[in-house]
């Protein structure tokens, strides 16, 4: 079956530090890949999707590409800041026959320090 | 425009009583999904409904069971609750379309003594 693995946190750094959290996945087809982030006490929010190979996603500073032929999808941004203390989660969705649904990693924590 | 949004915010239950979560989608999304989420742990799928039907279902017993409303909110219910229920349980909206993107409410906190 679709599965995502995620590297374990939790991932401290200081601010303006470099962040890279990685991920890979097992899945048939071609699926879209997430990476969420869930801020303390909240829900889940979309951080940046990419939905074909060699696509990059890119939001606030996060970059992420689809690397079909490693099977992954590293999260990195270049100088982080406290404001980015959360936890991000690596997904995938769109494999045929799953539809949309959504199969998550375990979470990465991360926490940055002033 | 208004979001996704799930009540109660909170719920404390004990062994064995039934839970009814409650979720509306996003304006415009016909398809909601229900995702478990324990402590420490990645969401893990349920179930989602479309056009009021189940049409998919995860590794969840069924004991679990939804409901999706014709102005597609959806309710989740749970029943003979167990301990090992506590979770957080995330509702998400989307447009019926493989490539749709699910967007996602606050959650509801459930915790069963």
């Known amino acids: 079956g679709n599965s995502v693995t995620q590297m374990e946190g939790p991932v401290t750094l200081s601010e303006e530090a470099f962040l890279t959290i990685n991920c890979t996945y097992t899945a048939t087809g071609y699926p879209s890949l997430f990476w969420y982030v869930q801020y303390p006490g909240e829900g889940l929010q979309l951080l940046l999707k990419a939905t074909k190979a060699d696509d990059k996603g890119s939001n606030k500073g996060f970059e992420a590409t689809y690397r079909k032929e490693t099977t992954s999808f590293h999260l990195e941004k270049g100088s982080v800041q406290v404001s980015d203390s959360a936890v991000y989660f690596c997904a995938l969705s769109g494999v045929k026959a799953a539809g949309n649904k959504l199969t998550f990693g375990g979470g990465t924590r991360v926490l940055v320090k002033p | 425009d208004a979001g996704v949004t799930q009540s109660p915010t909170h719920l404390i239950k004990t062994r064995g009583q039934q839970v009814t979560l409650r979720c509306s989608p996003k304006s415009g999304h016909d398809t909601v999904s229900w995702y478990q989420q324990a402590l420490g742990q990645g969401p893990q799928f349920i179930f989602q409904y479309y056009e009021e039907e189940e049409r998919q279902r995860g590794n969840f017993p069924d004991r679990f069971s939804g409901h999706q409303f014709p102005n597609y909110s959806s309710e989740l219910n749970v029943n003979a609750l167990l301990l090992g229920d506590s979770a957080l349980y995330l509702c998400?909206?989307?447009?019926?379309?493989?490539?749709?993107?699910?967007?996602f409410g606050a959650g509801t906190r459930l915790s069963v003594l």
């Open positions: 998400a909206s989307s447009w019926d379309s493989p490539k749709g993107i699910q967007y």
